[in-house]
């Protein structure tokens, strides 16, 4: 894990929640200009993603980004295994890969305690009133027009933590009211 970001055990410590991860641009754009978060993203911020998959339970993520990004059952990285163990976690997190059809309330019940939303813009929409956490990892990049703007309203959340990594900044945002 890099310096200054959160560990697994921090994470895990936090109360369950359905958290969202989101990388974003300093001008709020969640794609780079190839339509990808990968144009973004960096190794730190791989890093994190990582560990916020080593503390989850479940992690859920849209089909069309499943396909598309070539998910595989296995998130959680082999050098995760001794914390997950030491916490009484199974080796890997429940991947559910979210349908159209889905009845995400139920879904959410039955994978939980810590969920994570990996969710692109319909998504995070879609879910925004299930979300108890948000997780910004802030890219150093700047998007403009190119990209797709952060779409969630951030109004009904606190900010919580902030941390800073060497490239990166990470912050925590807590929902302090629902709708």
Known sequence: ?????????EVRALA????????????GQLRGPDGSSRSISGPED??????LRAAADTVVVGAATAEAERYSPNLVRPEFAAV????GLPAQAHLRILRSHDRVDDLLREHGPHV????????????????DRVWIS???ALVGD???PLALDLGDFALADRRLGTQYVVSRFERVSRR
Do not use: K, Q
Not at 17 to 26: I, K, N, W
Not at 46 to 51: G, M, P, V
Not at 118 to 131: F, K, Q, S, V, Y
């Open 1 to 9: 894990m890099r310096p200054g970001l959160p560990t697994v055990e």
């Open 16 to 27: 369950s929640a359905v958290a969202l991860s989101l990388v974003v641009s300093l001008d």
């Open 46 to 51: 791989l890093d994190w993603l990582r560990t």
């Open 84 to 87: 997950r163990a030491a916490l």
């Open 116 to 131: 994570l939303l990996e969710a692109g813009i319909r998504l995070h929409r879609a879910l925004a009133p299930l979300i």
């Open 138 to 140: 802030h890219a150093p």
């Open 146 to 148: 190119a990209g797709a």
